[in-house]
């Protein structure tokens, strides 16, 4: 499991709004244990400086170690389609976004945007082709700026790219409110901590889609909100996709989440890819031991229900230094000597559902594991 | 200051109460203060602090001299009005001075970090290092003219700013790093916007209220620089009157017309306390942590 390769991907000739190719992030790690106060061993992204400099570079520092964030990710989003990217905490999801965005340097691969390679550009170009994907974060009061308020949040990206006049900048701006449930009128002029978490998640998706992007990424832009809340803000997530056609990528752990937005869904496991497929076949029937594993651990709201033994034995191995072959191999119950040694790669196992995995719970290498 | 309400960080606000009636009294005295070094040259009862009266040698507290008068029969209140315009000036302009550089070095630090991060904090460590005192001196010393007695009020002042950028360049540098990383600046940067407009639009309202809060507080640190300074006779010379040279000039009378040096002590005292409870009211409301320089 744990893959990488490229079989899940569609044909390059067909229209993409998003193709990414073998994206690995890696951060500095610690050097060794630091006592230094408040520049700790977390990873720490790099801004892109707008002369480039400094981008993909490898650590400058002899012996030290790198995080893993995400280790040659494959996937395409088509247009109007949401590609639903999942995983446990910590597996290099955030990362995926943030590197498409390009708002971390990826060491290597290719981010194509309607067929041009984010990687390879700079600077105004790149300020230029940014603006076109948009993010959502999950903490919708730290993603908008307390001391703005609410109507020039909204206004800031028509400001930055001089959409328009004023007086339309600030029709756009009241349309926009509308459209994501906000009354302009008592909005426009209060500051966030005036609203509650989901009013707030509707203030950052009214800025977000107020310059019509052609990719929204949503990282994780429920987990923060009461369960009432969430439901709302995927309804208008996706009356807003409808509205505007929106491509998206969305980003969560919880697999109920990703699979009623979902067009494709994408499981991760310590920055790669398992598998791949539509919701229907991926939850139907797994073929990852790690895919079915988190759909086992979710839990079932009835108390009389006893939950099934641990659905996975041990932690999170550390990105600083992942196993081998195999990433899932050290808490997979099917693994064998073979998972150690060889990294699976990408196949189809039915129609639509792709996994990486040597002993996969689907299709044909099935039999052979039995044998 | 902008509205109390708008920092959604801040402590619970218990209902009903405000800073407190010790924020205000050091408030009132502050306008005071400054009230009187402003209008200084217009205020009738302000006297001309050098004119000699040769009755009021020395004298204490009366009518006609409200603090008395000192060894040459001047009028100490107006003395210690003239000299609180200088003294106050000097505290305001270097810290005005400082936290333009140093709040530019801090601002740029905590926002691009890497390597000039490492090159300029390390320059404003290496200004910490020195003993501030014995910088003072250097600076002034090295800025006046020669052949200069002292420094004058440009001189004192430049130097004082010069001390006074490293402590307010880190300060800010922490306050940056606190928003720097927050969501709104990363969703900034994905709208497009440059640097120079991130730093601007996001990153300043956030850093100036609690930058702004804690000048009080280097204010007051300026004034005791310059007060040191002033008592060396290495700040700006007498006849000009300032809170360090009155305190100088009263020193060797102490024994037999203590008010002399008294009276500036005690004007200079009240006003450091009372920068330094407005400063801390207003920090803690602002929440700059310490903890992270």
């Known amino acids: 499991m744990a893959g990488t390769g490229t079989a899940h991907l569609r044909p390059a ?9 073998g994206l690995t992030v890696e951060f500095a790690g610690p050097e060794r244990p630091s006592l230094r106060l408040g520049r700790g061993a977390l990873p720490r992204a790099r801004w892109r400086s707008p002369s480039g400099a400094g981008r993909g570079r490898p650590s400058s520092r002899e012996g030290a ?3 893993q964030a995400v280790s040659g990710i494959s996937f395409d989003v088509c247009p109007g389609e949401t590609l639903g990217l999942v995983g446990e905490s910590g597996c290099g999801k955030s990362t995926v976004a943030k ?13 194509e945007l309607a067929g041009v390679d984010l990687t390879r550009v700079r600077g105004e170009q790149l300020r230029r082709l940014r603006s076109r994907m948009q993010l959502i974060f999950q903490d919708p009061i730290s993603s908008l700026n307390p001391r703005r308020r609410v109507g020039e949040i909204v206004a800031e990206p028509l400001e930055i790219w001089r959409v328009g006049t004023p007086a339309e900048r600030a029709a756009r701006v009241d349309e926009v409110l509308e459209l994501v449930g906000l009354d302009p009128e008592t909005t426009r002029a209060r500051r966030p901590h005036e609203f509650s978490g989901g009013q707030c998640q509707r203030v950052s998706i009214a800025r977000a889609v107020a310059i019509e992007p052609s990719l929204l990424i949503c990282d994780e832009p429920v987990s923060a909100l009461d369960v009432s809340v969430q439901a709302q803000i995927l309804n208008l997530l996706e009356a807003m996709k409808d509205r505007y056609g929106l491509t998206m990528i969305f980003i969560a752990h919880d697999l109920a989440v990703v699979r009623s937005v979902s067009d494709r869904v994408a499981v991760m496991y310590l920055g790669k890819l398992c598998e791949v497929g539509t919701p229907e076949r991926l939850y139907e029937s797994p073929a990852h031991p790690y895919t079915e594993a988190l759909l086992r651990s979710v839990p079932v709201p009835d108390p009389s229900v006893r939950p099934a033994r641990e659905p996975l034995p041990g932690e999170l191995p550390s990105p600083l230094d992942p196993p081998s072959g195999c990433r899932f191999r050290t808490r997979c119950p ?14 189809e196992v039915a129609a639509g559902q792709f996994v990486a995995c040597h002993f996969p ?3 044909a290498a099935t039999a052979e594991q039995a044998a | 200051m902008p509205d109390p309400g708008a920092e959604p960080s801040a402590e619970p606000v218990v209902p009903g109460r405000g800073p407190g009636w010790a924020f205000w009294i050091a408030v009132g005295w502050l306008a005071v203060i400054v009230g009187l070094s402003l209008l200084a040259p217009w205020i009738p009862f302000v006297k001309d602090p050098s004119a000699l009266d040769p009755n009021a040698l020395r004298d204490g507290p009366s009518a006609a001299h409200w603090l008395g008068g000192d060894d040459g029969g001047r009028d100490l209140f107006s003395r210690i009005v003239w000299g609180g315009r200088v003294s106050l000036f000097i505290g305001v302009a270097s810290v005005a001075a400082g936290m333009a550089v140093g709040g530019f070095v801090g601002v740029t630090a905590g926002y691009f970090r890497g ?26 010393t090295f800025l006046s003219d020669p052949g200069e007695q002292g420094g004058s009020l440009f001189t004192v002042t430049l130097a004082v700013s010069i001390l006074a950028v490293p402590a307010l360049a880190r300060i800010t540098r922490a306050a940056t790093l606190t928003f720097a990383q927050r969501e709104f600046v ?12 991130v730093i601007v639009r996001e990153i300043l309202p956030n850093v100036v209220p609690p930058m702004a809060s804690f000048s009080l507080l280097a204010v007051a640190v300026v004034i005791v620089a310059e007060g040191a300074l002033s008592y060396l006779g290495l700040s700006v010379q007498a006849p000009q009157p300032t809170w360090g040279n009155l305190i100088a000039q009263g020193r060797p009378q102490l024994d037999v017309a203590p008010h002399i040096a008294l009276f500036p002590c005690a004007v200079m005292f009240v006003t450091l306390l009372a920068l330094n409870l407005a400063g801390d009211t207003l920090r803690a409301r602002f929440d700059v942590r310490e903890l992270r320089l």
């Open chain 1, 334 to 347: 099917r693994a064998r000597d073979r998972c150690a040694a060889e990294e699976p790669q990408m196949q």
């Open chain 1, 361 to 363: 719970l689907v299709g």
């Open chain 1, 99 to 111: 590197a498409v965005m390009q708002l971390v340097h990826p060491v290597s691969g290719s981010v």
């Open chain 2, 186 to 197: 990363t969703a900034a940067r994905a709208q497009g916007a440059t640097h120079r407009r």
């Open chain 1, 13 to 21: 000739e067909r229209e993409h709004v998003l193709r990414v190719e």
């Open chain 1, 65 to 67: 170690q790198r995080v």
């Open chain 2, 115 to 140: 390597g000039y991060e490492r090159v300029v904090m390390s320059a404003m460590d290496v200004m910490l290092a020195f003993p501030a005192l014995v910088l003072a001196l250097a600076l002034v």
